[in-house]
């Protein structure tokens, strides 16, 4: 549907689009509360129940982890120890608050948005739907949050533990507690919250007016040309809930900043105790300050500037990592673009993350039945992935190589940035704008110019995508075919790092809500395509533990949660530049 041309054409279009807009805002309002109640009782009453449950698991589990790992001093341990129960009884209380307001909100404006979504296009029945639309379905999506929850609580925590014990001191050094600097430590961090708190409040309060009519005359005037979020028809009832929160959106900025500038003051104790130094910690409050109000400049789209002073708080400050050789003439590493170009110079790929998991778990079903017929993924490891421990080889080696094969279809095409199956390519200039993109896309696009600078050959893919699926097991090596390696022993220790890096991202990934349920989805149907392929099979694939049973089970204490997504983390990457 095009926009009318001229303004009197789209004043009236704007005229007799109010009545529909404040009916189909009415009536989702009117289902929110209906609703709400039930979902917030839900998701409290859910989530409270796991962070009670697992409450005891959580103490001990944390208290054997710290005692076991090596990156810690002996004193560092024994302080951690000591105010753990205060850490778990703020996690109790913030847990449940947290969850009972994140249950009046999701039960209150799924409603809304659903209600509004169902006048899209495609949709037939159009009344039927916009009475229906958003009742059941936020009902199921309540339990969804509630399961996910579980899953955040338990399998990604026990992997968090088992890294946390795994990973040695770096250097060859643990972290060590130095009380000699813990006292002017406390006190830099109390004076940066005394001098912080108001003076970022007191800024935040003068831009807030600025901030609210900017925004409004951004939104108005993109209604009246049809631009921006106007542009589309079907995004025009959520930009027209936009102008009506504004004011909104304006007090929560200014209520996040308030927050925000207690954490901010009492980094200065952070600074103190690295850098040795009382003098850097008071540098450092004046230079938050300027910090602050550089940053709300910039998003404001103010002058640039501050009339704050910016005195060094660090010794050797780091500079920005840049990247040398091929990597630094990479398309794709290039600086972005400004954030406030127009949205019709600047087209953005229209991908959510949990669209590329979705399409993650595809390429792993895909690969995985293929998998199956080679015999490279057994029974063994479809009963160990529905175990509490988990299977390596499906939990991490295949999503990581289907990440690979994205990568190495990128490479093959000569294109800058990831090319998916469906033939987006998603670069440092038009991935969207979730930061969960700005995470983990530079890190994949490094570990793509890695493995282009590498000049694979057939055999050599062949055989870095064994490595990666078989997590470099020797016995599955032995057996599986996977052809011999690389006669060099440096390019051989190169494909080993870069498996072991596409492992590790897999393994970071795996911890996300969701990603666990998908997987689950992905084990059942290997499971049933195994036993079509078997001929009905002799074993039966065993039915995995409760997760009561779990969490008390000695195998639970050793769970490996390394399971990733590989479409949504070859799109979806951009930050942890360290990490790859």
Known sequence: MEAPKGFLATLWNFICFLPYFFGLLLLGTIKGIVFCPLICLIITIGNSSIIL??????????????????LLGPFLKLFICVFLPVVLILWVVVGIVGSS????????????????????????????????????STISGSFTVVRDFYDVCFHSYVSLMEDLRQKGPPNGKYYEIRFLYLPPALIAAVLGFIVDFPVISLIALCKSPYMLFKGWRRLFHDLIGREGPFLETICV?????????????????????????????????VIVYQESSFWFGLCYIIASLSIYDEYSNDVLDMPEGSCFARPKYRQNLKEPISNAGSLSESDSLKPHPPARMDSLT????????????????????RHGEKMVSERLITSKDIEEAKLTKGSRVIGIGLPAYCLLQTLLRSVNNNRSGILLSDNTEITATNRPKDTFFDWFLNPFLILKEQIKSENLSEEEEDYLGKLVLLCGDPERFKISKIGSPPESDRKRAELDAIARRLQGITKSVSRY?????????????????????????????????????MIFSNKSFN????????????ST??????IA
């Not at 209150?108 to 229906?132: E, Q, R």
């Not at 929560?252 to 500038?261: D, I, N, P, T």
């Open 513 to 549: 809500p969701t990603f666990r349920r998908l997987f689950k989805n992905l084990v059942n149907i290997l499971s049933e395509d195994l036993a079509k392929k078997s001929n009905g099979g002799t074993q039966p694939i065993r039915r995995s533990k409760s997760a009561l049973a």
């Open 237 to 269: 009832p959520f930009a027209g809930l936009a102008i009506l929160l504004w004011p909104l959106a304006t007090v929560g900025a200014v209520l996040g900043s308030m927050v925000s500038s207690i954490f901010l003051g009492a980094y200065a104790g």
């Open 53 to 70: 449950g697992l409450l005891p698991f959580h103490g001990y589990w944390t208290c054997y982890s710290i005692v076991r790992t090596k």
């Open 101 to 136: 307001i994140g249950g009046v909100l999701y039960g209150f404006l799924s409603p809304i948005f659903a209600t509004f979504d169902a006048v899209g296009k495609g949709k037939t029945n159009v009344f039927v739907h916009c009475l229906y639309d958003g009742t059941l």
């Open 573 to 578: 990457i951009a930050r942890d530049i360290e």
């Open 346 to 365: 600047n087209t953005r790929i229209d991908l959510k993350p949990l669209e590329l998991l979705e399409g993650l778990f595809k390429e792993c079903r």
């Open 559 to 570: 769970r490996n949660t390394s399971n990733m997504s590989d479409q949504e983390l070859q």
